[in-house]
């Protein structure tokens, strides 16, 4: 099936880091507006497969919104729809979690709020020290330093690491990550990004085996993996995904957006590298 080549976390990832080429990594809500009218409502809007919030955000910029009304005033809003999206902005802030976490404030708040704002500044923080070489701790630490204490979002993580905790292994805490984090709809931020953050820290990070577990994991698997895979892919590089893998979803299939079709993804990971040295003094890559 060739639409099984990528999901809609896939294709707005591809839509975020298209946004951040184009305005060479200088995001403003402008900026972000004119990239959701280019590429999603003047190519017809959200295709299949997207979530509840990406359909409301569209509807709610057609009448004339603008963020973060427009992902205040939004159905799900609380889901993980921004996290799944928001790696490329972790990899133009290398070493830099709190301009990622200001960035990815920007780029969610068209379509979400509280906890689904703050699950994407968590995956972007956690990205951003990952590129620069951090410890999966610290790349854990990295993403609950910009979640309120006060939020469902962070009284989760704290339950689902108590769980890894008490568990000591991906095995042990299979059941418990299921059954203790589980709400009435499996994309809420609160469940999936608290699951995710689970696997990478039971699985040391390794990308092979917590793309594994994320992927067979059940609930929001697409999202789930999008966010391990980010972060272990973050810290050891493009070397250790098999080159067969790469192949198999480097180009999305445009199922849920129908520009990302004609995007390569391992081109698109280079022209962020190629923009963050640029901007840094470094040269290409």
Sequence with gaps: YEGARSTDDTEFAMLTAQTLIDCAGDLTTEKLLASWHKYIISEGGVAERGGKPLYGAVANLERGARPPLSGKDNVQNNDDGAAMRIAPIGIICPGDPARAAQMAQIESE????????????????????????????????????????????????????????????????????????????????????????SI????????????????????????????VGAMSGAIHGLQVI?????????????VCLRFANRMDIVETAQQLTDLYLKKNGSGGA
């Design 110 to 197: 068209i379509s979400h709020a509280a906890d689904g704002i703050w699950a994407a500044q968590a995956v972007a923080a956690s990205i951003a020290v990952a590129m620069d070489g951090a410890s999966v701790s610290d790349v854990i630490q990295a993403g609950l330093d910009v979640i309120p204490e006060d939020s469902w979002l962070y009284r989760a993580m704290m339950r689902a690491f108590a769980i890894c905790e008490e568990a000591g292994s991906i095995e042990g805490a299979w059941e418990g990550l299921h059954t203790q984090l589980w709400t009435p709809v499996h994309s809420m931020a609160a469940e999936a990004i608290p699951q995710a953050y």
């Design 200 to 227: 990478f820290k039971l699985t040391e990070g390794d990308f092979r085996r917590g793309m594994f577990w994320a992927g067979n994991f059940g609930r929001d698997a697409d999202t789930i993996g999008a966010v």
């Design 242 to 254: 098999p080159p067969d893998w790469v192949e198999k979803v480097r180009r999305p299939a445009g």
